[in-house]
Nanobody, 118 residues
C-alpha cells in the first residue's frame, strides 16, 4: 500500500525558515516525480516545486531563490527547505508523488500546515 506522509509544518515568524519532509512507502521511490503543492484558504492549490528522479528541479516564481527541493532516494524522502518566509506563504502544503512514466499513478499526502505570522 502506497503512503505519502508530510511533516515539518508549524508556526514561524516572517523571515524565518522551515523544512518540510515527505516520506513515501510502498513504492519504487526513484521512479516517482515528487512535487510540493500548497493551498491557502480561499485559493486554488498551486504547484510550488518539483524534483525528478535525476534531481531535475522546477520552482514557481514565488519559490525561486527562497525554497529548495531535494530528495534522498535512500530514505524514500523528499524535502522542501523554505527560507525568508512571508505571511503569504501561509498554506497547507501537500506532497504529491507521480510515477514518472504513468501519471495515472499519483498519490497525495494529507498535508501539513505552515503559518507565517508574527
Amino acid at each position: 500500500q502506497v503512503q505519502v506522509v508530510e511533516s515539518g509544518g508549524g508556526l514561524v515568524q516572517p523571515g524565518g525558515s522551515l523544512r518540510l519532509s515527505c516520506a513515501a512507502s510502498g513504492m519504487i521511490f526513484n521512479a516517482y516525480i515528487l512535487r510540493w503543492y500548497r493551498q491557502a484558504p480561499g485559493k486554488e492549490r498551486e504547484l510550488v516545486a518539483s524534483i525528478h528522479s535525476q534531481s531535475t528541479t522546477y520552482y514557481s516564481d514565488s519559490a525561486k531563490g527562497r525554497f529548495t527541493i531535494t530528495r534522498d532516494n535512500s530514505k524514500n524522502t523528499a524535502y522542501l527547505q523554505m527560507s525568508s518566509l512571508r505571511p503569504e506563504d501561509t498554506a497547507v502544503y501537500y506532497c504529491n508523488a507521480e510515477l514518472s512514466w504513468n501519471s495515472a499513478y499519483t498519490y497525495w499526502g494529507q498535508g501539513t500546515q505552515v503559518t507565517v505570522s508574527s
